[in-house]
């Protein structure tokens, strides 16, 4: 929802920017922040890269060919436009309009916004650009660029930024190894396995195409559950619920990739060690 007021506030039709003006942003920041989200790829471009945009016939060859359902969360993105639509959407199309147009480079698009389109747009952008830092999943302004290397990187994590005791947050990009000028900084996408790679970022890391034996990753998946009899079960229900918001309310039963082999960390997936 975020992403698609962004989108809005670039809009160069009928008056100009709409959606919610906020956060504030000085001349200095807001142009900076708009000259990003016009560089994100557009639906079109989307439908190429990310499974979430794919046509129908290639969502049912990964469907019946993965762990990972991509159906479940089709339906779920559908379930929660519906209801911004219901609910927010429609009551004021002057502020949310179903299609803005807006700015890119030397041309004018028109690009689908507040509506079911918009919205898996923006979902799919999100989920192929987004880190997990300082315990939340986060998208990351001109960080989102970087590029995943299967070795010598490291994820992102979070940092202070400023002169004095890191006196803001902020996310620290290191590279895994000494570089030259021009180099490409890339980093890990994180300990994921093949379903979930094509599923969040829409390709599969070389490392975890290769077969067992040949130094390729090994991927193993882990099912937790919140137990029925467990006396606290409504206390931990509700940390679920509330204090994991910003990633949608964990349910309470989960299921995580473990992944293993050259180029890995060995340390586990932040979004498993926050459920467990």
Not at 137 to 155: C, G, I, M, Q, T
Not at 201 to 208: D, K, Q, R, S, Y
Request: aromatic fraction near 10%; include cysteine.
């Amino acid at each position: 929802m975020l992403l698609l007021n962004e989108f809005a506030r670039l809009n160069v039709e009928d008056g100009g920017a709409i959606g919610i003006d906020l956060p504030s942003r000085k001349e200095g920041p807001a142009n900076l922040i708009a000259a990003w989200v016009a560089s994100l790829p557009s639906p079109e471009e989307m439908a190429v890269m990310h499974p979430l945009m794919w046509d129908e016939d290639d969502q049912e060859n990964l469907q019946s060919s993965s762990t990972k359902k991509i159906y479940r969360l089709l339906d779920d993105i559908d379930d929660d436009s519906s209801w911004l639509d219901e609910k927010v959407w429609s009551l004021d199309r002057a502020r949310f309009p179903e299609t803005i147009k807006m700015n890119v480079g030397e041309d004018v698009e028109e690009r689908p916004c507040f509506s079911p389109d918009g919205f898996r747009h923006a979902v799919s952008l999100v989920r192929s650009r987004s880190f997990f830092v300082d315990g939340a999943l986060r998208l990351l302004p001109y960080l989102d660029y970087a590029n995943h290397d299967d070795f010598n990187s490291y994820e992102l994590v979070d940092g202070g930024i400023g002169t004095l005791w890191g006196s803001a947050k902020g996310a620290l990009l290191k590279s895994g190894r000494a570089l030259r000028r021009g180099d490409e900084v890339r980093i890990s996408y994180g300990p994921k396995g093949p379903a979930d790679y094509l599923l969040d970022h829409g390709f599969v890391p070389p490392m975890c195409r290769k077969s067992g034996g040949t130094g390729g990753a090994i991927t193993s998946e882990l099912t937790f559950e919140v137990d029925d009899a467990d006396r606290f079960r409504d206390d931990k229900l509700d940390v679920l619920e509330y204090e994991t918001y910003d990633l949608a309310p964990m349910e309470p039963l989960q299921t995580f990739d473990v992944a293993g082999g050259p180029g890995l960390t060995g340390e586990p997936d932040p979004a498993m060690v926050q459920f467990l």
